[in-house]
């Protein structure tokens, strides 16, 4: 099982907190070793002043009264015992009569000359000062966390706002900027890195921009140069005489003709300019009719009809042009079905107007009709799965030749209508285009009263 990935913010802020933990620390355990040794060591200094004057007064058989001495104590720790016992003084914490003191012991004559100090109050103030910076640890760690997450914060939404807009490019819309809503997030002033990368962004798409706006006008401004004089060559060539070279020249002038307006109705899609004019008609007789206009051998498939809202132009153009790849680049049966994947129908105890009842007593969305164009050839490449077509592509081995311009203006022309177009492989081989309508929003008029 993977582990959820962490975001950078909080990658950040949990950064920060383990250095500014691993500092307190640190710095932590250096206070209360300075302050510990400078403590004992006084306490330590004025218990073996008390020593010396108790070995003197020991010495001179005078009365050590005042001074915190014994002989031979019962309760010096063995360490400090054995220690004398070897001509050597020294100093330890232990305990007499039940409280922590610091003993210090030397020896005299045959016996153990011991001074003891009280240490019950230098433990405390030792423990008070672990207290303290324990918690001064804790407050830091948590105000430099919440300073880093905040920090943090702000980088990753300047970061979310940037790759947000990249996404946005990617998806075709090239006039997304982040500019001035990622100056204004950032703070007026700002010049970072983060403002870097989506100033770089933003240099890209404008550059990108220009060239995709540029070569647009150039398409259009050459479909549109030769539109003219292509109708003239055509009107000229039909007075040739007849015979195999007029065939020839005809056919190679209307190919030429079809490019033309191929590229002129690229370009309007383009440009952003068209607009669908929608209505609702009875998808059936719509596709019978569109594909048998063609002229080719084409198996229409109704398997569940629907009243769609479209329009009829603009959808006859993306049959054709599927129906069209399909023969040219597939191999037969091709076939074109039509069908309403939920069924269309109202299920028992269903909503009169097709629609599904859910458990909680909610509607299902309505369903969506389809048109699926399928041949059996050897399927669209790996390439044009994974980026949808290209112009002036058909490199894949076996789909034959042509300029590519077909399937991309099914694609726009499908953006129009604002229906998805998906282009996938059958599992048993072929190609398959699905085509998704968008059901009319009058449940009368989906009933299918509206002829095609």
Known sequence: MTRPALSLRWKIALTVTAVCCAVAAVLGVLVHNAVARQTVGQVRKETLADLDEALDLYEYGTSREGLNSVLDPAELPAQLRALVRHDRRGSMVGTYHGQRVMWTAAPAGDQVMAVWSPYENTRRSLENLDTAIFGSAVLAATAVALAGLFLAHRISRRLGTTAAVARRITAGDLDARVGTEGERRAGPGAKDEVAAVAEALDSVAGSLQGRLQAEQRFT??????????????????????????????????????????????ISRIDSGAERADLASYELGPLVRRSVRALGHDTEVRVVRDAVVRTDRRRLDRILCNLVLNAHRHGRPPVVVTVDVPDGGRPAPGGAPDGRREEPNGSRAAAPVPVVEVRDHGPGFPDELLRHGPQRFRTDAPGRGKGHGLGLTIAVGQAAVLGTDLAFTNAPDGGARAVLRLNPPPDPAVRQGRTPG
Request: glycine letters at 4%.
């Open 220 to 265: 259009a401004d050459v479909a549109h140069e030769l539109r003219t004089p292509l109708t003239g060559i055509l009107a000229s060539a039909e007075l040739l005489p007849e015979g195999r070279p007029k065939e020839m020249i005809n056919d190679r002038l209307r190919a030429l003709h079809r490019l033309t307006e191929d590229l002129l109705e």
